[in-house]
C-alpha cells in the first residue's frame, strides 16, 4: 500500500479513532461521514472517538497461506473482534498459541508492525490485539 | 418490460490455459454462442463483458472494446461496456443485458465473461481476489479471501455445529459433478479423506475447501422473448433478476453466518418470478469455497439456517436428488476463471432446461437458478431461468 495511503489512516490504524453519531449514538470504526442507521440525519454530526481498544472475538481462523509480506508471521491468526463500544474489526491476535484462541475469548489491543511497502518500503505500524491476561 | 430468452451459449475449456491469451478465448465463446444461437454479427446490438480485473491479471483495461475488435465488430462499431463487481461481474454483465433488452434499449445482446488469471503467480492472484474485500481495513491487516471465508465458517460451526465433514462433502459432490462435464478444469473425483487430509490454507478451509485460479471465457446470446422462436428451438427465458449489496468488510455484517445480499437478492427474484425455492430443479451457486455453498442453500432458503450441511453429506444436494446443486461441478471442479464464473454458471442451467446436459442431466428440469457472489458477500445476484412453453 502506497505510502500516503497508509498515511492518511494513521489517527485510526495507530490510535483506534473512530466516530460516534451525535443522532442516534451508534460507533462506527473506522470514521463514516454518515451513520449507516440515520443516512443524512447524521451529516455534520459524526464526532471523532478514541476507542478503548477492549472487545472480544466473534470469529477467527490460523492463516497459513498469505502474501509475502505475512511470510514471517505464518501461521497467524486472524479474527474478526467486536469491541466494547460496539463496532467490529478485523486484526491479528497475537502472543498466543494458535490453538488457544476460541471465540468469545476478551482481548486487548496492543501496537505493532503490520507490515511493509513493497520489499524495502516504508514500515507500517498499526493495531494487533492479544488476549487479556489476568 | 418486455420477456428476455436465452438463444445461445458457448464456453471454452476451463483451466489454465497457458497457450491461449484473453483475446482468443473471449472470441471463442463469443463465436460459439452465436453460432448456437444462428445469429449474424450484423444482428448483435450490445456487447456486455463481465471481467473482474483485466487491468491486474493481464495489464489490460477497456476489455470489452478488445473482445468485440477481435471479434471482428469494430466495422459495426456496437456498444461494449466492461461490467466490474467483484466475483458477481459475469452475473452482473447478464443483468445488465437482461435490463437493456426487457426495456426495450436493444434486441438482441452478447454477453461475456472472461478472466485470464495464470498470466500472473499464485500469490499474486490470490491477493487480486482478496482486493474483492476492504483493502483499507480487512487486506492491511493479514486478511486474505480464504481467511475471510474462514472466518465465516468458524462461526458457522459455532453457531450451528456444522463440522469439517459437512464443509468437505460439497467439495467431494462438486468433483463427482465436475467429472461429468467436458469442459470442467478437474474431471476427476475425490475422496473425502484428500479433502480433510489436504493442507490448511485458512483454518478450517484447506486446499480442497477452495476454487481454483483459472483461464477460461463464456458467452449468452439474449434477445426479447416474442422473437426467440425465430432463432432457436428451444429458447429459455431469463425470468426474473435480483441483485443487492451489503457492507464491503465482512466485520460490518449483521450475521457472519448469513449473507444478508444473497437473501435478499433471492427474495428479489423470486417475488419478480412469481415462484418460491421449491419450484427450482436445478441450482448453480457461488461456491467458491465449501462454506459459501453451504451458506447459499440456506441463504436462498432451499434449506433452514444450519441444515445446509447436514443436508449436503445426506446426499440432498448431489444430482437428481432432492435439489441438484452445482451440476456442472461448480467454481470449485469447473473453476473459477472469476468473469465468467455468473455467465458459466447460466450456460449450465440453460444446458440442463434444454436437455442438453448428457451424462450430468437433471431429470424433467424445469426451473433453474444461479446465485453469484462479489467479494465476501458485498454483492450477489440471482438469476431464475424457465424452460419456455
Known sequence: ?134 | MRGVAIIGVGETQFGELWDRSFREIGIEAGLKAIEDARIRAEDIDALYVGNMSGGKFIDQEHVSAVVADYAGLSDSHIPTTRVEGGGACGALALLQAYAAIASGLHDIVVVGGAEKMTDVGDIQAAEILTSTADQEWESIFGATFPALYAIMARRHMYEYGTTREQLAAVAVKNHRHGALNPVAQYQKEITLEQVLGAPMVADPLGVFDCAPLSDGAAAIVLCAREKARKFCDTPIELVASGQASDTIALHDRRDMTTMDATVVAGKRAFHKANLVPDDVDVAEVHDNFTISEIMAIEDLRFFKKGQGGPATEKGETALNAKLSVNTSGGLKARGQPVGATGVAQAIEIVRQLRAEAGKRQVTGAEVGLTHTLGGTGATAVVHIFRRMK
Open chain 1, 1 to 134: 500500500m502506497a505510502t500516503p495511503r497508509f498515511w492518511r489512516e494513521i489517527p485510526s490504524r495507530y490510535n483506534l479513532l473512530g466516530t460516534r453519531c451525535g443522532s442516534c449514538g451508534t460507533i462506527d470504526f473506522p470514521p463514516r461521514s454518515i451513520c449507516p442507521q440515520c443516512g443524512r440525519k447524521s451529516l455534520g454530526k459524526m464526532t471523532k472517538l478514541k476507542l478503548k481498544g477492549k472487545g472480544s472475538v466473534i470469529s477467527y481462523t490460523v492463516v497459513h497461506e498469505a502474501p509475502s509480506q505475512f511470510d514471517l508471521m505464518k501461521p497467524y491468526v486472524l479474527a474478526v473482534v467486536q469491541l466494547e463500544e460496539g463496532a467490529r474489526l478485523t486484526t491479528q491476535i497475537i502472543d498466543v498459541e494458535p490453538g488457544e484462541v476460541k471465540i468469545g475469548m476478551p482481548v486487548e489491543v496492543t501496537f505493532r508492525r503490520l507490515g511493509q511497502e513493497g520489499e524495502a518500503g516504508v514500515i507500517q505500524y498499526g493495531y494487533k490485539f492479544r488476549p487479556v491476561r489476568d
